[in-house]
Structure formats: structure tokens, C-alpha cells
């Protein structure tokens, strides 16, 4: 038979290591909070280890009591850390009353009724019930997601089953007499220390998901503006036209360059630049609608990528953000004007997979904006496709709105 002090040191030398594991986790990654919830969770059932072992000093029941309490809240802290990962409430108040309601009972059967059995009981449900409360989060639309949720789902429910097979199998004395610091054969099997380590590297697997998802994110963003840079852009206008060529969808792209930027350089800073920049890019963002897309390009180059919207939708579009620019600058510093000029341009069935194509013409449109004045907007409209006799035109209309 399995004697407890040897399931206390597998359980001290396991989660001991796990700790080191999310100690490591919390201090590369400090924003990471339920790394936190997971340390402790660890260390606190490595110490219920302990006190569980101290037998030879303290009194056995106490030991007992002590050590299968911490496991508890242990328990509930890893459950508690999942609620945090999904940016849910964590369970304090639940935690401390399975904690508290679980000292109660084995108090109770070693001291009142001495029952092995029902120790057992009492001890299987205080873990069972955090674990279940979990199941609804890792099994959700968003949870399952994340290949690691999917993990901690499988075997959450793997230890609530064989929990629930482990309390019937004590109460109706399956396998055997027990003893209290002994189990016999049959419950010695179904001790949980394999499946406690793998649902708590099922999380980890999540955290380093999520972890990875934050860093891609953080490679999709301008430094410092804050928004989208040309890899993203790249990326989302390459989405777009796979979509507008498999469903005739039309899409606008707005290519931008701020007018005199280099002056406002020269005369002023780069910090000044910079800050032009910044007030620009929260200025486009706000005239832009949920689903638009906006991106620095590089140096003063910004690009707005817009689903579902037509020529004429993408050039009022356009003349907002003008005209919301031109308010800021009236209100702002009177020697630094934010003033821009603006490409429109439309998928259509020639761009078809070659976004650099629709680029080109937003392109070609912005650069007649700024022959004919600045600080306006002007539209690339490709005319029909010639018939073969005719001769070809030209490649499209340009027309200058102020």
C-alpha cells in the first residue's frame, strides 16, 4: 500500500519544480497576472506537502488537516488564476468558503466521527467543485481557441471523474480497509498527482499561447504611434483582396502623406515631428469607422485600409479626416500646421490577388492631390476595359477634391 508521507514528497518535489517553472514565467513577464495565481498555487501545495509530512513532529491528525487544507486552496488558486487569464472575476469569496468547508470536514471526521471514508468524500468535492467552476471558461467560444484550453478541459474532466469515482469507491469500501495514514491499493491508484501536473501544464501551454499572440500583436505596431505598420497593412490588404476577388466585394484604400513634414523637421525637431505624427495618426483614427484599418507606411506615410466601402464612401472619408485635421491645427500650435494629402482608390477585378496594384493607384492619386495643391484629396477612377480593336486609354481618371 501507498503510504501518505510518500504522495506528500511526489507532490513536494512535482510542484516545486512547477513553481520554479511560473516563477520564472512571472518575472519575464510581469503583466502576465495569473502567472501569479500559479506560483502560488504551487508553492502553496508544495508547503501543504510539507506540513503534511511534519507527522513526525506534530500531531498526525493535525498534520493531516493542515496539509489537506492547503491542498485545497491550492486548488482554488490555479482555478482562481484561470478566472484572471480570461479576465474574469476571481472567485475569492467561493475559494475561501471550499478552503474553510473543507478544514471543517476533516476536522469533523477525525476528531467528532472517525471516518476514512468520508475524509476522503469531503477532500475529493473541496477540489472538485474549483476545477468544475473552470470547465465553463476553458470549453467557451474563446477558450477553445487556445490549444492548451482544450488540454485543460480534457483533463479537468478526467480528475473530476475520478474524483467522484474515488469518493464512491471509499464509501462503499472498495479495495479494501483504510487507515488513516493509508490507503489501500485501489484508491493508491487513483491519487491525482500525474493529472494535477498535466492540467497545470495545460495552462501553461495556454500562457505561452497567449504570450505568443502579445508578441505578434506587439510586431504589428508602429512603436511609435501606436497603430498599424506595413507588415500588418501589408498583410490586411492582402486578406482583403483574396475576399473582394472571391466575393466581388469592392474595398478603398487611402494612401497619405502629410504636407511640409520635413519643415516641420528642420524648423522645429524631430521630437516635434514626432509629436505631428502622433496627433495626425489619433486625428485619422477618429474620423474612421470599427473594421477600418490604419497604418503607418514609414516616415509620413499613412495608409487606411476600408472593407465594404466604394470610391465615393472612401473619398468622404477622406475629406473628414481633412477637415478634422484642419481643426486641430487651428486649435494647436500656430507654427505647426497638420495639413495632408490623400490618394483614394478602389478594388476593382484588374487589382484582383495584387494588392501592390491598388496601392499604386492610391498612389497615383495622392500624387496629383499634391501637384494640385495640397492639403486635399483626389480619386483614381479605372475607366472599362477597352474592347481589343480600340486603341488603349489611359489608365485611369484622376480628379482633384479640395
Known sequence: MLSMPTLWIVFLINFIALGLVWIHVTRSYPNFTPARYMTAACFVLATGSVVGMLRVVINVELSLIGGGTLVVFACCLSAMGMYEFYGRRVPWTISFIVTGTAALGLTFFIFVVDSMAMRILVYSLAQLVPIALTLPLVTSTVGRRNPGARMAAVIA????????????????????ELSLV??????????????SMTWNFAFLLMAIDRLRS????????????????????????????????????????????????????????????????????????????PGDLLARAGGDEFCVVMPGTTLREGAMIARHILEESRAVSEQGNADIKIAASIGVAQWTPQVGLYPERLIAA?????????????????????????????????????????
Do not use: W
Request: charged fraction near 20%; proline fraction near 5%; include cysteine.
Open 157 to 176: 474532466c478526467l480528475i473530476i471523474a475520478v474524483y467522484v469515482v474515488r469518493s464512491v469507491a471509499a464509501i462503499m469500501g472498495v479495495g479494501g
Open 182 to 195: 493509508h490507503f489501500n491499493d485501489f484508491q493508491a491508484g487513483l491519487v491525482l498527482v500525474f493529472l
Open 214 to 289: 502579445e508578441v505578434e500583436n506587439l510586431a504589428l505596431l508602429d512603436d511609435l504611434t501606436g497603430i498599424s505598420n506595413r507588415r500588418h497593412l501589408l498583410q490586411r490588404m492582402s486578406e482583403q483582396c483574396a475576399i473582394s476577388a472571391r466575393t466581388g466585394e469592392p474595398f478603398a484604400v487611402l494612401a497619405i502623406d502629410l504636407d511640409g513634414f520635413k519643415a516641420i523637421n528642420d524648423g522645429h525637431g524631430h521630437a516635434a515631428g514626432d509629436e505631428c505624427l502622433r496627433r495626425f495618426s489619433h486625428v485619422a483614427q477618429s474620423r474612421l469607422r
Open 362 to 402: 492610391a498612389d497615383v492619386a495622392l500624387y496629383n492631390a499634391k501637384k494640385l495643391g495640397k492639403d486635399c484629396y483626389a480619386v483614381y477612377e479605372p475607366v472599362p476595359e477597352p474592347a481589343p480593336e480600340t486603341h488603349l486609354p489611359a489608365p485611369g481618371i484622376l480628379r482633384r477634391i479640395a
